[in-house]
């Protein structure tokens, strides 16, 4: 083998290079990692929405030993488990540290909401021979893409006694399922004429429920009285139930593997559970008491800008940190102000057909190990928080130090658009954070792409950072 040369030296000295996570993991890790994914998959298809991704959550935590958090009982021990549980939408673990919290603690923030489609508060109706819901979408999404699949319906209605319906209709292969039909392309001049954000509006979101009348020649609305009828009997609700119900409709996909490799995982919601999700498990699998105390947060309403009293714009955060610093006599402005935290959320990956809208040289890509985004927000990195050089070389250290995989990355072009995530709301907290998370193709459509290789190491930084 000939020797190298100076150039070939510096350059391997001097460029940043970033790694394929094939070449980086030894046959046994990527075993490991693929074992890891399935018990994701297998999640993610059976919480689809932020109530049962939660409910799902706490069971697991009571399953690991974790207890209900008193605010006003005894100082917790190093090694203690509590968890938080908010309105069954939002849930904070936490492992106590042997360290003082007075020290600052380790935060994981995730969100466990994602883009769908939510019934309006009087949705049903009927016309020209078939029965429909009217829906609202949440989050950022492109209509189009909800139409002409298969969707199931979600949710809880509470009835004025106080009791309440939880519904799931749709995920079982012998289930009914729902759809919002489209024009066909013989008809479709007009439709395909519209501006792209306007091929279907949001007034055109609307579900397909039946088409069977009730048997009775003398009343109206006879499809919309069939299947309230069916909803009755089914579930004991009327249709002033709806007015206070929260029900989603969420792509019937079932979660796949990707690909002839099985290389990567095709599903609704990766944005953010495929964070939220690797980020849970790092603090089920904390050995023992870590030196800082650990708290993962999974939070709701991310999508439509954090706000409401489940979403990090709130402060129930903040409460939990000032409860946990009483205990131990001190402040929780100064527990926040010396923490840490990794707003564990997705960015866009590198997609090779649609490349114009990316910057080659700080974009993320597949297989190439988890994200680090300095900053999000848009063009002049509006409401964003943008980390500090120090905050971001102590994370390039842990994640080097400890064998994870890693790949620095930004939203797309400067000019190109944005977004947000909850970092910056945790920054507002006085508390140190970037985010962290995994690369996703199609991110905000009804079937997201990720791989495995990185959903691993997502999961390997949140443990590190807990642990290390």
């Keep these: 083998m000939s020797e190298k040369t100076k150039a070939q030296e510096l350059k391997e000295k001097l460029f940043y290079k970033k790694e394929n996570g094939v070449d980086f993991m030894s046959d046994e890790e990527l075993k490991v990692c693929d074992e890891f994914c399935e018990g994701y998959k297998k999640f993610l298809f059976e919480n689809k929405t932020e109530r049962e991704f939660a409910k799902s959550a706490l069971e697991l935590a009571k399953a690991n ?34 360290r003082p919290v007075k020290d600052g ?29 009217k829906t609202h979408y949440y989050g950022g999404i492109k209509k189009y893409q909800w139409t002409a699949i298969p969707l199931s319906l979600h949710g809880r209605i509470c009835k004025n006694d106080g009791s309440y319906v939880d519904v799931k209709v749709g995920e079982d292969p ?123 947060v999974l939070t709701d309403k991310e999508e439509t800008g954090s706000d409401g009293n489940t979403g990090l714009n709130s402060s ?30 997705v960015n866009a990956a590198f997609d090779p057909t649609w490349p114009t809208q990316f910057e080659k040289n700080n974009a993320s890509f597949i297989n190439e190990g988890v994200v680090v985004t300095k900053f999000t927000g848009a063009r002049g990195k509006s409401g964003t928080s943008d980390a500090s050089a120090e905050y971001v070389s102590f994370v390039k250290n842990l994640m080097e130090s400890n064998g994870v995989l890693w790949q620095s990355g930004e939203l797309g072009k400067v000019d190109a658009g944005g977004g947000g995530t909850v970092a910056m709301y945790i920054a507002n907290l006085n508390v140190d954070v970037i985010d962290v998370g995994v690369p996703v193709l199609s991110m905000h459509a009804p079937y997201e792409v990720v791989s495995k290789i990185d959903t691993y190491m997502a999961y390997k930084a949140f443990k590190v950072f807990f642990t290390k």
């Design 316 to 345: 129930y955060l903040k409460y939990f940190i000032e409860d946990l610093a009483r205990l131990e006599g001190c402040e929780g402005r100064d527990v926040l102000s010396n923490s840490k935290c990794l707003s564990a959320d």
């Design 105 to 133: 603690v380790r935060i994981s923030a995730a969100h466990i909401d994602s883009p769908r489609l939510d019934l309006k508060q009087c949705p049903v109706y009927e016309d020209g021979s078939l029965g429909f819901f």
């Design 65 to 98: 030993g974790f207890e209900e958090f008193d605010k006003f009982g005894e100082e917790l021990k190093a090694g203690d488990k509590v968890y938080y549980f908010n309105r069954g939408k939002a849930i904070i673990l936490c492992v106590k540290g042997t």
């Design 174 to 296: 012998a289930d009914p399922k729902f759809c919002i039909t489209d024009i066909l392309p013989h008809l479709g001049a007009e439709q395909m004429s519209r501006k792209a954000n306007e091929i279907v509006k949001g007034e055109e979101l609307n579900v397909v429920i039946g088409s069977r009348p009730f048997k009775d020649d003398k009343e109206s609305e006879k499809i919309k009285l069939n299947l309230l009828n069916i909803l009755y009997e089914k579930y004991g609700i009327v249709e002033r139930d709806f007015l206070s119900a929260e029900l989603e409709l969420v792509p019937a996909f079932p979660v796949s593997d990707i690909g002839f490799d099985r290389s990567l995982i095709g599903g609704y919601g990766h944005d953010d559970r495929v964070c939220s999700y690797p980020a849970m498990q790092a603090i089920f699998d904390i050995d023992g008491a870590p030196e800082y105390t650990a708290v993962t």
